[in-house]
């Protein structure tokens, strides 16, 4: 039985003063029979790790990382390593988002390396696969996604990917408004987990948790994270208020 896993992406948005009160908030709407059927992570700005940590420590709510450069240490101006990201107590990072995709040119080949680096490190990577607009349009989404987990997953043992979870984003649904309809998701879903069951085995692919992502939002979370294959969302938007977040949570 996979336990859901809703993970709020707070992207660039959020102070540490204004991240404090969010996490506060989340923690005082989750108790422990809701946490005990689903996992709940947040993953604020960097900046905003330490106050995040300090509001849910003890809750079991857990803290994700959005980024990470995949060298342990050294000249890399401006980047932040695995271990500095451990020592704050994350557990989780997402690798591969289509805005890191989109805006800083980020290839299947570097997502590797930080998928390598993270589970090295001891951090979970959430690995971010997806199709673009004209792909979908074009009938390629297959492709796509195919190309992603083959370059994302490359030298990925089976217990590597035993601590990994997987978010399909289509990317024409990221902030956008438009979700994909429970059925796409769920054919895309169901396509994901035979690619891993004929690579992996049938045992890490029944085990691989597969978030949808893609405007989740209160009113369409049930009718996505209902269907079969989707074990939870990975919350853009809809993370950075807390009443939408823990409806999304409790759908
Ligand atoms: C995301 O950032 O991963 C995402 C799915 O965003 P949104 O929910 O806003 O579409």
Not at 27 to 44: D, F, Y
Request: proline share 5%; hydrophobic share 40%.
């Amino acid at each position: 039985m996979r336990k859901p896993i809703i993970a709020g992406n707070w992207k660039m948005h959020q102070t540490p003063a204004q991240a404090k009160a969010l996490a506060q908030e989340i923690r005082a709407g989750l108790n422990q029979t809701v946490l005990s059927e689903r996992e709940v992570i947040l993953c604020p700005p960097f900046v905003d790790l330490t106050v995040v940590e300090e509001a849910v420590r003890g809750s079991g709510i857990g803290l994700g990382a959005q980024n990470f450069y995949p060298k342990e240490e050294g000249a890399f101006t401006g980047e932040i390593s695995a271990p500095m990201l451990k020592e704050l107590g994350v557990t989780y990072v997402i690798i591969g988002h289509s805005e890191r995709r989109q805006h800083f040119r980020e290839d299947d080949d570097f997502v590797n390396q930080k998928v390598l680096s993270a589970l090295k490190n001891g951090l979970k990577p959430i690995l971010c696969v997806g199709e673009r607009l004209d792909e979908m349009e074009a009938n390629l989404t297959e492709k796509r996604i195919e190309t992603q987990l083959t370059g994302g997953l490359k030298d990925v043992s089976p217990e590597g990917l035993s601590s990994m979870v997987v978010a399909y984003e289509p990317v024409w649904a990221i902030g956008t408004g438009k979700n994909a309809t429970p059925r796409q998701a769920r054919d895309v879903h169901r396509f994901i987990r035979g690619w891993i069951a004929a690579k992996f085995g049938e045992g890490p692919a029944d085990r691989l948790r597969i978030q949808y992502g893609g405007s989740v939002k209160a009113e369409n979370a049930a009718s996505l994270l209902t269907q079969p294959d989707i074990d939870g969302a990975l919350v853009g938007g809809a993370s950075l208020s807390a009443d939408s977040f823990l409806a999304i949570v409790k759908y």
